[in-house]
């Protein structure tokens, strides 16, 4: 059915309409970068959108084509965020790659998305000269910032600046592709998740709001995550459409992050619990003042409650948010319940350790074993599943969908949905142990076993047990010079989580397996487990 | 261009969807009404939406087709809401009529639009009755509030009632209609002017933002505009997006207002500046407390300075905002700037009293006599042009576009656009005075007029001159007992405007006349002053 009476105009859902919006209503605004050698430069959105004219003629003299991969292997700086802008507005895919990948993932990442031409950070050099042999379609290296008395490839400024600016962007439709990012799964190879101009545009705008990001033109935003892992959580598109001041930083040590909050009046922030544990030590030692903060986002894995509350001691709006590449990312964000002022201080805490709620824009569910959804009820858990406006219909260069019938997505985390609407991850799906029919959250024991005195980090894993299919192992690395026992971290246990969850055996290693991105590999540990038995082990548990 | 390499999901920007995410995730937050015999009524989120399904229902039971009008000629409640969100459901397009307008244009409107069913409150039941003769096309009248022992027409609940809410919303494309709001320009007939879905989601994601409304789901929003006034600018689609509280009053009274905002927690509000006259007003009589009321937007025409004052004194945040019903209707909203913090007090005061600046979804430019577009330098008054994702492309039934081959829609508004993109309206295009090749703004003429002791209200026109073409005559409404002379007032706007302002002649009326809305009619003044000439009048100007 189409039915046009009259009509509203037709303004197509195009990302550079944002980046025009903000060159046009907020170009004297800053954008700030912090480079790896301590230097600081400023520039503003008006030049950076001029810039990007210039990159985007540069592409085009360069042979790049509307709908080529167009790929960078940088940290976060104004340059990288020219480049992206330069590559969308003449029709490019921005492919920003993980420099964190195994090499045999980045050469393959290169080679699957057929990118024509690479923009790289100079410090970057040696992995780029070790993968030029193997990657076969990259016809083009230009390099950021290269250093006094660099011999290599072209330096970006050169390049671009051979060019006049008098460009108009492309006329793309809004469905038309403008990033590529791959997520590194831990079995087969990297998948490319393909995000549109549309897609960006809605992500952004949902990502603005004040139960998300809270942005203003007044907000100073400095995203602590690398515009490789997911578009930096969507900040270098959210941010231009407030035209709010933006700092950028190749750099994330805790003495610069905490003297960039202080000089350049960061209000708003964003990274991984591990940021923030180290923000946090280096603040206890130092004292330092960490200026006008007033919002952190928390994401990628959970933030412990002690990190919730050191920030909520300091009137800093702390809120977790969850999502994943194939959500642009943003899935869940914690902004307040209207029930907040009613709640007391621990219920706080706790609405604030779950993973958010949606906003508008996606749809979420819980499905149990046998495939029926299940309530929202605080206690039930099941394969969170979630689709919407922003969230991946199909892998680049897949054959099928990645949702089924009816567009969900499968996101692979186990959850349980509260009656306010807010989420909690309670596992990976292929984490989980199901033991006598039940399921058993790993995570939920492992964080309970890290908060016991001695123990610095901990997996838990399914064994097979004859009479209940699965039961749980617990592998714990000791702290430095401690002696924390099996015994001692069993009976820390008790207590935290239910009789029947309480592993059947703990054992100690020196270190846990993890992925290139710094993730615990489960996968791995299961492997060299493999042969692991409860036999002669005495039962700990309350089950056998 | 059309590239599809892999793809995001295809999730429409349906404004149900938007009604189901009120349902899914913030089901349990209230939906208060207010009635206009001081009664109160509370719902939720859910249930509007479950009794919506019953309206779909209904709807359909009574032969109303998708596409077809479904006309409302109600004041703000629970029941109008729930009749739109049904109606949109069952692919109807929502009619707000206002009450306001004179009987043969509402005749017309009704007529126009071809209405197929009219839901009415009891109040208006004399008016309804009286236009049942002229209306050709509605089949159907149900009232919303029938009082006890009502003989007159079906009650919405015993309507709604008898249908089980088991309904599936039709699956509409988002280009599809959902609202038609006639303008009531001062020349011709009323105007339509559709909104669709897409048009609709877009610009309550834009409306939500910090920078705009700034609502979260902790907020309680009440909107002090009627629905029938370009959608209560656009809150009843914004509200259920973040899920937060909403009352609705069919009572504008200042008393009643304040209570409510006390009594039901109101942080959000907006209304035209006569409803925070009256407020103030009150409140200074009073003394009453405004409650946790932390955010006023003010449109439809210029608040005063003296009353951003008074709510800055509160640290109530107070921003114009600007728009009109081709505009869905949000043109332009105060949103503090970039350095707020560096600005006096004057300075911020100054901004404030400025219409704001457009949210990202609207371009906007001043044009000049000769057709180029002006500088935004503070200082150059053009003719303002918008275009948009919410702004109006064609009127509902006609020929052409309502915009020029650029897609510009011109607003009939003339306007300065500042260096920090925040516009300021000087004048309508119709009203400002040509005089020796410049403009004079009337509205500023105006402004500066009232503030002077005695005047209770002013309207400047431009009267013919031999030399100058045209030349403003000031005419003014004196206050009750005040002896204001033409002298007094052409000594108090010395220094307040430029020299060659000073209207040439002051004349006084006992009332000047308005539109059926409420505006000052400068058609119907022009009209009375038609044979008006500066001859004999002893000129007080510097230019002649």
């Given at each position: 059915?189409?039915?046009?009476?009259?009509?509203?105009?037709?303004?197509?859902?195009?990302?550079?309409?944002?980046?025009?919006?903000?060159?046009r209503e907020h170009g004297q605004n800053e954008v700030v970068s912090a480079w790896a050698d301590g230097s600081t430069t400023r520039t503003n959105w008006g030049t950076i959108v001029a810039k990007a004219r210039q990159t985007a003629q540069a592409l085009e003299a360069a042979g790049v084509k509307p709908g080529d991969r167009v790929a960078t292997l940088a940290m976060n700086h104004d340059r990288h965020l020219t480049s992206w802008y330069g590559a969308i507005g003449m029709g490019g895919v921005i492919h920003t790659i993980n420099p964190r990948l195994f090499p045999e993932q980045l050469a393959y990442i290169g080679n699957h998305a057929e990118d024509k031409?690479?923009?790289?950070?100079?410090?970057?050099?040696?992995?780029?000269?070790?993968?030029?042999?193997?990657?076969?379609?990259?016809?083009?290296?230009?390099?950021?910032d290269p250093p006094e008395g660099w011999e290599g490839d072209q330096s970006f400024e050169d390049w671009i600046g051979g060019h006049d600016g008098d460009y108009q962007w492309v006329d793309a439709d809004e469905r038309d592709p403008v990033g590529l990012c791959y997520t590194s799964g831990t079995t087969g190879n990297p998948k490319g998740v393909i995000y549109e101009?549309?897609?960006?545009?809605?992500?952004?705008?949902?990502?603005?709001?004040?139960?998300?990001?809270?942005l203003s033109e007044r907000s100073v935003a400095l995203p602590i995550v690398p515009m490789f892992h997911a578009n930096a959580w969507g900040m270098?598109?959210?941010?231009?459409?407030?035209?709010?001041?933006?700092?950028?930083?190749?750099?994330?040590?805790?003495?610069r992050m905490v003297k960039l909050f202080r000089e350049e009046k960061v209000t708003h922030s964003a990274g991984v619990p591990t940021i923030w544990v180290d923000m946090i030590a280096h603040i206890e030692k130092t004292g330092e003042d960490l200026g006008p903060l007033q919002n952190v986002t928390i994401g990628g894995s959970a933030a412990p409650r002690a990190m919730i509350k050191w920030f909520r001691a300091r009137d800093?709006?702390?809120?977790?948010?969850?999502?994943?590449?194939?959500?642009?990312?943003?899935?869940?964000?914690?902004?307040?319940?209207?029930?907040?002022?009613?709640?007391?201080?621990?219920?706080?805490?706790d609405y604030t350790a779950r993973q958010g709620r949606v906003p508008f824009g996606i749809e979420m569910r819980i499905i149990g074993d046998d495939g029926q959804e299940l309530p929202r009820d605080g206690k039930s858990s099941g394969n969170l599943e979630v689709r919407g406006a922003w969230v991946v219909d199909r892998y680049f260069k897949a054959d099928a969908p990645a949702t089924d019938k009816d567009g969900w997505f499968d996101t692979g985390d186990v959850a349980c949905l509260h009656p306010d609407g807010s989420m909690q991850i309670t596992d990976?799906?292929?984490?989980?142990?199901?033991?006598?029919?039940?399921?058993i959250s790993s995570i939920e024991l492992e964080n309970a076993a890290i908060g016991i005195d001695g123990v610095h980090e901990a997996a838990c894993i399914g064994i097979f047990h004859p009479k209940w299919d699965e039961r749980p192992l617990l592998v714990c690395v000791r702290e430095d010079g401690s002696q924390v026992s099996a015994d001692d971290i069993i009976a820390g246990l008790k207590g935290q989580v239910a009789k029947w969850w309480i592993p059947d055996a703990v054992e100690f290693v020196d270190e846990l397996p993890h992925t290139a991105t710094g993730k615990l590999s489960k996968k791995t540990l299961r492997e060299q487990f493999s042969d692991y038995s409860f036999d002669g082990v005495e039962s700990m548990t309350g089950r056998d």
């Open positions: 059915m189409t039915l046009r009476l009259g009509t509203m105009q037709d303004w197509p859902l195009n990302v550079m309409r944002l980046v025009d919006h903000a060159e031409i690479l923009f790289y950070d100079a410090m970057m050099a040696p992995l780029v000269e070790a993968l030029k042999q193997h990657w076969t379609t990259i016809e083009k290296y230009i390099v950021y101009h549309r897609s960006m545009v809605i992500h952004a705008l949902a990502g603005i709001q004040p139960d998300c990001f809270n270098p598109f959210a941010a231009p459409m407030t035209g709010c001041k933006m700092v950028l930083s190749a750099d994330y040590s805790a003495p800093i709006q702390v809120g977790h948010a969850w999502g994943m590449t194939e959500l642009s990312p943003l899935g869940t964000i914690g902004g307040k319940p209207a029930e907040w002022d009613a709640m007391s201080d621990e219920e706080q805490v990976r799906s292929k984490d989980v142990i199901k033991s006598g029919g039940e399921w």
